[in-house]
T-cell receptor, first 117, second 113 residues
Framework: DTGVSQDPRHKITKRGQNVTFRCDPISEHNRLYWYRQTLGQGPEFLTYFQNEAQLEKSRLLSDRFSAERPKGSFSTLEIQRTEQGDSAMYLC???????????????FGEGSRLTVL | QKEVEQDPGPLSVPEGAIVSLNCTYSNSAFQYFMWYRQYSRKGPELLMYTYSSGNKEDGRFTAQVDKSSKYISLFIRDSQPSDSATYLCAMTPPSGGSYIPTFGRGTSLIVHP
């Protein structure tokens, strides 16, 4: 399977603990996105990378959240001191975006579901 | 007010019906308009997209954009139970730069046999 893969698929943790999610994008894709989705809502943008550079972060991304994409390959999203409000599906997506090209075709993984007790 | 508004439904129709799904938006800079489909416990997948105003057809699916009204639609002809999913509209400004797709909340569609 050469799609976007995310790990773990489901994480249950206690409030105050740290969690880390991993995303492996489609290998030739240069952009990698993190979105958060809660029940009954659409995906909300968190941050994105162009190769290894983190180019934009949403105001939703508090100081407790950090994302990395070393060497422009896989990415990790870490949440420190989790709160119950962090419970959501964390979606990773990747795209091959050329200069001046269409930026809207994102390939999503199946998501990592976080439950904070 | 959110930039993209979408009725969450659910919308329940019999098999074979024509389905109309809609979104409104407020940002006049949006130029690309997309429809994603999301099955339960799966990530969204792109169905089709249009650039600026007009219609685009792909099999049983037709996307329409009315920029003057800031209103987009997705029509599904001869709906099938396998079309049951959440349909998300998404939009971006013109290509280039750091433009990020903004999603609606999705409309849940149920097609019953």
């Amino acid at each position: 399977d050469t799609g976007v893969s995310q790990d773990p698929r489901h994480k249950i943790t206690k409030r105050g603990q740290n969690v880390t999610f991993r995303c492996d994008p489609i290998s030739e894709h240069n952009r990698l996105y993190w979105y958060r989705q809660t029940l009954g809502q659409g995906p909300e943008f968190l941050t994105y990378f162009q190769n290894e550079a983190q180019l934009e972060k949403s105001r939703l991304l508090s100081d407790r959240f950090s994302a990395e994409r070393p060497k422009g390959s896989f990415s990790t999203l870490e949440i420190q001191r989790t709160e119950q409000g962090d419970s959501a599906m964390y979606l990773c997506a990747s795209s091959l975006t050329l200069e001046g090209g269409f930026t809207g075709e994102l390939f999503f993984g199946e998501g990592s579901r976080l439950t904070v007790l | 007010q959110k930039e993209v508004e979408q009725d969450p439904g659910p919308l329940s129709v019999p098999e074979g019906a024509i389905v109309s799904l809609n979104c409104t938006y407020s940002n006049s800079a949006f130029q690309y308009f997309m429809w994603y489909r999301q099955y339960s416990r799966k990530g969204p997948e792109l169905l089709m997209y249009t650039y600026s105003s007009g219609n685009k057809e792909d099999g049983r699916f037709t996307a329409q954009v009315d920029k003057s009204s800031k209103y987009i639609s997705l029509f599904i002809r001869d709906s099938q139970p396998s079309d049951s999913a959440t349909y998300l509209c998404a939009m971006t400004p013109p290509s280039g730069g750091s433009y990020i797709p903004t999603f609606g909340r999705g409309t849940s569609l149920i097609v019953h046999p």
